[in-house]
């Protein structure tokens, strides 16, 4: 009896070390882009920039209300199509893509794009927000040493972050998307970490799987009309 107590002991500390081990790298990780505190006063994003793809330049904005309202803006060959994602409705609208007209979002493809609405990113109060973290030990990413874990999303598919030791950013996501009923695998790379004057880091290049996105402006807590999120 003894000897299963124990046992049973040292299996507790065991879940317990791998848990702390999990939050200590989120913490790491927090701190290194400016402290939670800092974080949790972020109630809107509008980031700004071009996107290389196929050759060709593509203009990007994304504004972000938080818990209220995301909307892509994206501009190609004079055209602009919209992505906007709200608490209960979702729309899509490519013109270079052959649409007349908005679509709105399946049930699915709407619970996906959920995550878009967090401003403050996942990871800042992720249990609150009913996400759950494992820790993954340590991978190499291209030469770097990186801290690994998943993110199990509340309502998303999951996400394995890749955060490199010695600055604690994270370099590298790996994500699940479900989209018209197709699952397919999203690797993207951040680079060039910026601090704003709010305090706030923020990647502000991103190698996606179509392309590499470069940032030109960022506005955190600017006016933002709630209008743009109706299609």
Same mark, same amino acid.
């Given at each position: 009896?003894?000897r299963?107590?124990?046992?049973?002991? @040292?299996?507790?500390? &065991?879940f317990?070390?791998?848990?702390?081990?999990?939050?200590?790298?989120? +913490?790491?990780?927090i701190? #290194?882009?400016?402290? %939670?505190?800092? =974080?949790r006063k972020?109630?809107?994003?509008?980031?700004? *920039?071009? @996107?290389?793809?196929?050759? #060709?330049?593509? #203009?990007?904005? /994304?504004?972000?209300?938080?818990?209220?309202?995301?909307r892509?803006?994206?501009?190609?060959?004079?055209?602009? &199509?919209?992505?906007?994602?709200?608490?209960?409705?979702? =729309?899509?609208?490519?013109?270079? /893509?052959?649409?007349? #007209?908005p !679509?709105?979002?399946? %049930?699915e493809?709407?619970?996906?794009?959920?995550e /878009? @609405?967090?401003? /403050?990113?996942?990871?800042?109060d992720?249990?609150?927000?009913?996400?759950?973290?494992?820790?993954?030990?340590?991978d190499?990413?291209?030469?770097?040493?990186?801290?690994?874990?998943?993110? +199990?999303?509340? +309502? *998303?598919?999951?996400?394995?972050?890749?955060?490199?030791?010695?600055?604690?950013?994270?370099?590298?996501?790996?994500?699940?998307?479900? %989209? +018209? &009923?197709? !699952?397919a695998?999203?690797?993207?790379s951040?680079?060039?970490?910026?601090?704003?004057?709010? *305090?706030?880091?923020?990647?502000?290049?991103?190698?996606?799987p179509?392309? !590499?996105?470069?940032?030109?402006?960022?506005?955190?807590? &600017?006016?933002?009309? !709630?209008?743009?999120?109706?299609?």
């Open positions: 009896m003894k299963i107590l124990f046992s049973l002991l @040292l299996l507790s500390a &065991g317990s070390v791998f848990s702390q081990t999990a939050d200590e790298v989120i +913490n790491k990780h701190e #290194a882009i400016g402290g %939670a505190d800092a =974080w972020v109630n809107s994003v509008k980031m700004e *920039g071009t @996107l290389q793809a196929q050759g #060709a330049e593509i #203009a990007v904005v /994304q504004t972000i209300l938080h818990k209220k309202g995301s892509q803006d994206i501009s190609i060959m004079g055209m602009t &199509g919209y992505m906007i994602v709200t608490p209960t409705e979702g =729309w899509n609208y490519m013109p270079f /893509q052959g649409q007349q #007209a !679509e709105a979002m399946t %049930a493809d709407l619970v996906e794009s959920q /878009q @609405l967090d401003a /403050q990113g996942s990871l800042i992720y249990a609150a927000k009913g996400h759950s973290v494992e820790y993954l030990g340590k190499d990413v291209d030469g770097t040493e990186c801290y690994k874990l998943k993110v +199990n999303k509340k +309502n *998303g598919s999951p996400e394995t972050m890749y955060f490199e030791i010695k600055t604690n950013y994270l370099i590298k996501s790996v994500a699940v998307r479900k %989209a +018209n &009923g197709q !699952e695998e999203v690797v993207t951040y680079s060039n970490y910026e601090k704003l004057p709010e *305090g706030i880091v923020i990647a502000k290049s991103m190698t996606l179509f392309g !590499e996105l470069n940032i030109s402006k960022i506005t955190i807590n &600017g006016a933002v009309d !709630e209008a743009i999120f109706k299609k």
